[in-house]
């Protein structure tokens, strides 16, 4: 079977319907140029094709415009990997009849020998999505949001890369230098480490809670710097700066006791949403998105409402006021409070397309925001979470790439799947979050979330796969003796190495990690319900075996090593040269 797909029969560039204008290809670009008249709404341009009917049932890895959406399965039959798709009745951002990969498309020709993959290498103004049509018909599609164009005047349309190779590694690295090219490279090389407030404690966060997981953080894990304080500090959604009733003493209380602790501080908002009864909205209505009655729009007139003080309002950062509040805010919190991570959540509700006070697309308003943020954050990191991906491209050092943690094996299995399916994006684009680590059950009055101790190995085992940052998402303060051995053996691995492993094919059953010369991990992973499934992993010389969790030796001077994974569970083999140190 080739490697590389044959031309199709369509002429492209083209328009999904009739237009007034020219379509002129590039090797880079398509430049449309409108005729002698103003075209009033142009419609999304096809800048290229292809012939996939030989691959129609080939396994292939497809992105989503936002964070919780990617398809996996096949051409003919893609399956949806992540709870929320861009086209289902809560995001609703296309028809539900049809499937669009955005940002990029890998096609596995052959598993572990020959890939090709599909893609936009730059979003500055234009998202970009593959769809595969009737005949076999794989077309790459530009949305112009029906901008206007006035009489003769030109737009610079994006035109799609294209890389075959022999693994998946080969051709995401081929193209992660196409969008390094154009939005350069990450500004951090080194993960972070900490613990954040959300998962054990969900909104319902006091001083005294901050105060006293960031003292026994200290204690049990000093390794463990960054302190992130999540939803519930803030009086309402778009408030960023003014406390709830929770916070004696404010903010500043908590940011002290974090410091006492030898700990950094970290916080969470989302800057692109506020509700109805914040300051922001009463102050400022119009610094939002509105109808043509000139009221502020919910969100949930365009998509999904959000999930806490909803309905949530769109901040329209197409105007210089929101922008120059949100680079005020971000930098006051960064000067009064030394914040070192700005988790950035709900960013997807800043690039919808919407009517904006100034004519731009939706990417150029988000990015327009994003820009003030990131300039107000100075040396901080910047964390997307719910983000679209491919318009945050150069404006987020870390990025969350996959759903909320939630202690059930469907939630750790979904976010295996999701995290292994963006682990190339780790050093290349930004550093990978995968979410946080929990290894113990959660039974609160507001929550009560279990898992049995395979389940949370599982967990633990994918975290040790895609590395990236390291956050504990449990209550530090009655840590079990079992969960404090499994983030000790995590915080081991990040010390000799943060990259990420590379999968052996689209399964992602299989990935290899080496740790040193000496050292090298395999990373064992089967999803099925009731199948046993039997691995084999091997090096090229004889090799001493080890199971990486429980420390102890499986084979003595083997190049090869067999072994079983029970269904929903992985396993984590440690392979050591001789005549070197214990792991």
Not at 268 to 289: K, Y
Not at 481 to 507: G, M, P, V
Request: net charge negative; proline share 5%.
């Amino acid at each position: 079977m080739p490697i590389k797909p044959s031309q199709s029969t369509l002429a492209t560039p083209c328009f999904d319907r009739r237009s007034n204008a020219q379509l002129i290809k590039h090797d880079n670009c398509v430049i449309v140029r409108a005729n002698n008249a103003e075209i009033e709404q142009l419609p999304n341009v096809i800048v290229a094709s292809w012939d996939l009917s030989l691959w129609r049932d080939q396994q292939v890895l497809g992105d989503g415009f936002q964070m919780l959406c990617q398809w996996r399965g096949t051409l003919q039959h893609p399956q949806r990997v992540s709870r929320c798709a861009d086209n289902d009745n809560d995001y609703r951002r296309y028809p539900a009849d049809q499937v669009r990969y955005y940002n990029y498309l890998i096609v596995e020709v052959e598993p572990s020998k020959a890939y090709w993959l599909c893609g936009f290498a730059s979003c500055d103004q234009f998202n970009g999505y593959f769809q595969y049509r009737d005949q076999g018909l794989l077309v790459a599609v530009v949305e112009t949001e029906q901008l206007s164009l006035a009489a003769r005047q030109e737009l610079s349309l994006p035109m799609p890369v294209c890389v075959a190779g022999h693994s998946i590694d080969e051709v995401t690295s081929q193209f992660a230098k196409a969008i390094q090219h154009h939005h350069g490279v990450p500004r951090f090389n080194n993960s972070l480490q900490g613990w954040c407030s959300w998962y054990h404690y969900y909104e319902h966060i006091t001083t005294d809670i901050i105060a006293a997981n960031s003292d026994a953080l200290s204690k049990q894990f000093p390794q463990a710097k960054v302190v992130l304080i999540d939803d519930g500090y803030q009086r309402a959604m778009g408030d960023w700066l003014l406390p709830s009733d929770k916070f004696a003493g404010g903010v500043e209380s908590a940011i002290d006791a974090i410091e006492r602790a030898n700990c950094q501080p970290g916080i969470w908002l989302a800057p692109f949403i506020a509700e109805r009864s914040s300051q922001l909205l009463q102050q400022h209505p119009d610094w939002f998105v509105r109808n043509q009655q000139g009221r502020p729009i919910p969100a949930d007139d365009i998509t999904y409402g959000g999930w806490r003080c909803t309905p949530w309002y769109l901040l329209d950062t197409s105007q210089d006021g929101p922008c120059q509040y949100l680079r005020d805010t971000v930098a006051a919190m960064k000067q009064r409070w030394g914040i070192v991570l700005f988790k950035l959540d709900a960013l997807y509700w800043g690039a919808l397309q919407v009517p904006r006070a100034n004519p731009m697309t939706s990417v150029e308003a988000y990015r327009r925001g994003l820009a003030a943020i990131r300039e107000g954050a100075g040396d901080a990191v910047v964390l997307g979470c719910n983000a679209p991906m491919w318009p945050s491209l150069g404006l987020v050092d870390a990025m969350r790439t996959s759903d909320d943690i939630h202690r059930h094996m469907h939630r750790f299995s979904q976010l295996h799947q999701e995290n292994a399916c963006r682990s190339w994006q780790h050093n290349k684009l930004w550093q990978i979050d995968q979410d946080c680590l929990t290894v113990s059950d959660l039974d609160t009055a507001e929550q009560q979330q279990h898992a049995s101790p395979s389940e949370y190995l599982f967990h633990a085992t994918s975290m040790l796969t895609h590395g990236g940052n390291l956050i504990l998402g449990d209550s530090v303060l009655a840590m079990p003796s079992l969960a404090h051995n499994t983030i000790q053996r995590l915080f081991d691995r990040w010390q000799q190495s943060e990259d990420s492993a590379k999968y052996h094919d689209l399964d992602f059953s299989q990935a290899r990690l080496r740790l040193s010369a000496e050292l090298e991990l395999f990373l064992l992973f089967n999803l099925h319900r009731d199948v046993t499934q039997q691995h084999i992993v091997s090096c090229d010389e004889p090799v001493d075996w080890f199971d990486y969790w429980q420390q102890i030796p499986l084979a003595d001077q083997q190049t090869e090593f067999r072994c079983n994974v029970e269904p929903k569970q992985a396993r984590a083999i440690l392979a050591k040269r001789r005549g070197q140190s214990s792991a």
